[in-house]
Structure formats: structure tokens, C-alpha cells
Nanobody
Framework: QVQLVESGGGLVQAGGSLRLSCAAS????????MVWYRRAPGKQRELVAT???????NYADSVKGRFTISRDNARNTVYLEMNSLKPEDTAVYYC??????????????WGQGTQVTVSS
């Protein structure tokens, strides 16, 4: 079983930056798409960004131009670089994976997430 551990969150002022990491206990090269989700209090979980094995990326409209997802299969780690942070980015951020090309649901066990808080 692949286990995921998110880290890198914290408290930052609006306009600041954070780099989140998702460390997997096993290989992720077999996972077609690694993804980042976030969940704010009182809101549904939102898919923020995805990256395929080949490096193709996709982002939610709310974060386009500000967030960058990357993937290091050799280190079994996924990153989310967040710039120009806004208070509405405040949420708990989680990583997961879509195992196969035709999958569109998370297939890995959830980690505990990492809290991002952006002050105005």
C-alpha cells in the first residue's frame, strides 16, 4: 500500500509563496496522474492540479498562473509551488493519484493533508 505524507503548509500573508511536498512510501511511476486537492471549511473538496507521467499539467481556473505542479518519480515525490497566494486559497491540501489513463477518481489512501492559511 502506497502511503502519502503532505508537508510544507503554514501561515503566510497574502501575496506570499509556499511549496508543498507529497512524499510517497512507494513508487509513483506506475501512477498515471498525481493530483492535488484542497478542502476549505464548509466547502466541498476541490481538484486543484494534476500532472501525468509525461509531464502534462492541468489546473483549476482559480489557481492558473499562480500554482505549478511537478513530479519526481525517482524521489517518489510530488510538489505544488504556490505563488501570489490569496486568502481564498486557505484550505487543507491533499495529494492523491489516478492510477490508470482512464481513471478520474483518487485511488490511493488519503494522507492527513497540510494546512495552508493565507492572511489578508
Amino acid at each position: 500500500q502506497v502511503q502519502l505524507v503532505e508537508s510544507g503548509g503554514g501561515l503566510v500573508q497574502a501575496g506570499g509563496s509556499l511549496r508543498l511536498s507529497c512524499a510517497a512510501s512507494g513508487s509513483i511511476y506506475r501512477i498515471n496522474r498525481m493530483v492535488w486537492y484542497r478542502r476549505a471549511p464548509g466547502k466541498q473538496r476541490e481538484l486543484v492540479a494534476t500532472i501525468t507521467t509525461g509531464g502534462s499539467t492541468n489546473y483549476a481556473d482559480s489557481v492558473k498562473g499562480r500554482f505549478t505542479i511537478s513530479r519526481d518519480n525517482a524521489r517518489n515525490t510530488v510538489y505544488l509551488e504556490m505563488n501570489s497566494l490569496k486568502p481564498e486559497d486557505t484550505a487543507v491540501y491533499y495529494c492523491n493519484g489516478f492510477r490508470n489513463v482512464g481513471d478520474y477518481v483518487p485511488s490511493l489512501a488519503w494522507g492527513q493533508g497540510t494546512q495552508v492559511t493565507v492572511s489578508s
